[in-house]
């Protein structure tokens, strides 16, 4: 009987291993190593932790640290991703005084430069699948995220975590937003007046372009996607925060970068309303790569959406089950079909 019992606790124990280990927003449980790649003399060395038990290259992610913080701030996130298989290179910005996305962004790149030479020769050597390469950065980060997946064709998902930039580099920002044509998951928190959520980030969003999804963390400021407690007394535990964001950012590189089948519907909206329903997230949009239209909207349709079926779209939508994209949505597809009717003139 004792035999019995203990057989059942260690297939329960494993079966909750394996659950664990499916689950994108905790520890995974490959091994892992950091080195460091040298850049310009100005500039701290690049740090990557990379998986050591894994066959043949690993996807890569650039992390981007915010204004005022540094890489340390984040490794909870370098830590996570490469524990699921990802090689994570993070570093420092050398310049402080540098301010804005555009400038930024070169030095990402560079970065990105070092890279592909370090893959080339040394401990790095042919570890790195830069083929499959992904950014995720944090407040101004975010907005050097957002304009690297716009300008850099090397860049093939992006994560922008309480994306932000000054008043005068803020357009610069939104404008990449609408040009890019990488996947871009954006995550933002009820609680964060710093950057507070902007969904019109999402607006530029056309038929062709990668999906996009927008996830509003309920509880969560500005500072909850570094390492450091929330300001706020009534916000959520850490641990939990840092869970279900790592949970969207990670499905969103496991879908993007490595292929991987989104059960979960971390990338769709399936996941977020689960979220949503449980308390873990306040707000949420998708929007898909093949019509350009929001997900309700584009559930309701059958067939590929055309100029002639967008009308029906939003009748459907509308009839559908209650949403709260649902407004907006058949907003936006009302203003399609316009626009559609006006080039047939």
Avoid: C
């Avoid at 009534?234 to 840092?242: A, V, Y």
């Avoid at 490595?258 to 977020?272: H, M, P, Q, S, Y």
């Amino acid at each position: 009987m004792r035999a019995l019992l203990l057989l059942v606790a260690l297939l329960v124990l494993s079966s909750a291993r394996t659950y664990a280990q499916d689950d994108p927003g905790v520890r995974g449980a490959h091994e892992t190593r950091t080195t460091r790649v040298s850049l310009d003399f100005w500039q701290p060395a690049l740090e990557v932790k990379f998986p050591i038990d894994v066959e043949g290259p690993a996807p890569v992610v650039v992390l981007i640290h915010g204004w005022g913080m540094s890489s340390f701030d984040y490794e909870w996130i370098r830590d996570h991703l490469a524990s699921r298989g990802y090689a994570v290179a993070s570093f420092n910005m050398w310049n402080p005084l540098l301010l804005g996305p555009d400038t930024w962004a070169p030095e990402v790149k560079r970065a990105i430069d070092a890279l592909e030479k370090a893959n080339e020769d040394g401990d790095l050597a042919g570890k790195l699948d830069l083929a499959r390469l992904g950014v995720i950065g944090h407040s101004l980060g975010g907005a050097t995220t957002i304009k690297l997946a716009d300008t850099d064709p090397r860049v093939k998902a992006a994560v922008a975590l309480a994306p932000g930039a000054d008043v005068f580099t803020h357009f610069s920002m939104k404008a990449s937003a609408e040009r890019t044509a990488a996947p871009l998951l954006v995550m933002t928190g009820d609680l964060d007046f710093i950057t507070p959520t902007d969904r019109a980030i999402l607006d530029g969003h056309e038929a062709g372009k990668g999906d996009r999804q927008l996830v509003e963390v309920k509880g969560a400021d500005h500072w909850s996607f570094t390492r450091w407690m929330s300001l706020w007394p009534f916000g959520s535990s850490l641990d939990q925060l840092h869970e279900t964001a790592a949970r969207f950012f990670t499905g969103w590189f496991d879908k993007h970068l490595v292929d991987k089948t989104d059960d979960a519907g971390l990338t769709d909206g399936r996941a977020a309303e689960k979220h949503r329903s449980e308390g873990k997230v306040a707000r949420y949009d998708v929007k898909r790569t093949n019509d350009g239209l929001p997900l309700d909207v584009r559930k309701a349709v059958k067939e590929e959406p055309s100029s002639d079926s967008v009308k029906p779209a939003v009748a459907a939508a509308k009839a559908g089950r209650p949403s709260r994209t649902k407004g907006m949505a058949a907003a936006l597809a009302e203003e399609r079909a316009e626009s559609d009717r006006a080039r047939e003139r």
